[in-house]
DNA sequence: TATTGTTATACTCTATAACTATA
DNA sequence: TATAGTTATAGAGTATAACAATA
């Protein structure tokens, strides 16, 4: 199944490299607002309602500590609002503000730029073939990000 | 071309979370050799002959201190010898030794279990058709490995 | 002067552990 | 006791800048 014959050819190899350098570019192009690619994953669930910061911690993959901080630099740019949950008064209920929607749809066009610009040799039919190998890649992984855990 | 409603399902967001997760699953297969992911493009181009260190740097893509540590974690593992260059006493060449290549071989063999697991769940026709795809972006933007700058 | 390799330093990203306030 | 959030700290990983030896 396997027939390259040096590392660097590899999926494994590939990938990795492949995530960083696209990574990389995406960062560049989010920069201007405020925003690193970590932060649209939050954006995003936030979108579908409120949650708590433990459940975004759960949701993306990530540690506690790094939601505080992401949410802090999100609250600096009046994108979300910490709002103490009533019934439990130990969580905060976060919540996108309009600001907050309007960077989301900001950073869904530059993603979109992103991936012309990445995709832009692939023809049509192989672009959405790779679009769907890592969709299914992600899901086997339990790399989910829309849904909760 | 790009038609996804959420920046978690394009590809520049999904490919840097891929990889970083293939990153991080070839990079525990390493480590009972003592190498990581980054080892690996070393001692593919050192397969090919002797190489000066900022050759390495530039061939590799990272800064000529990360290649300085890199060969200083290899020297360690008997893997590789610097060898001062007798024509410009300034530069090294790096040289493969036998453990070096026998360090080599076993990467390979990690890294095709590697992407076994990784690509278990698709056909062979849409593996290779994802490893193509990858190739392919990996070339137009500019990241190569295995030859001169 | 310019270049090769080295060291020292700093910055990003993330994780762990200790702490607080609530439950 | 246990949980939600916070802070402090530490560890990878990489980059920049200053330096030594050589050209």
Redesign the interface.
Known sequence: ??S????????????????????T??ADRLAPLGLR?RH??V??LL?GGPRAQLELARAIGVTASVVVDMLDELERLDAVRRVRDAADRRRQLIELTAAGRDL?RR??EL??Q???E?????G?A??A??????????G??G?T??EAP
Not at 118 to 122: D, E, I, K, T
């Open positions: 199944m396997a390259e014959d040096s590392v660097t050819e590899t999926v494994s190899f590939l990938l990795g490299k492949l995530g960083q350098h696209a990574n570019r995406f690619p649209c994953a954006l995003e979108a989301r950073t869904l993603a979109r992103n991936d012309d990445l995709l832009g040799m692939l049509e192989e672009a073939a790779l679009r769907r190998a890592l969709d299914r890649i992600a086997a992984a790399l990000f829309g």
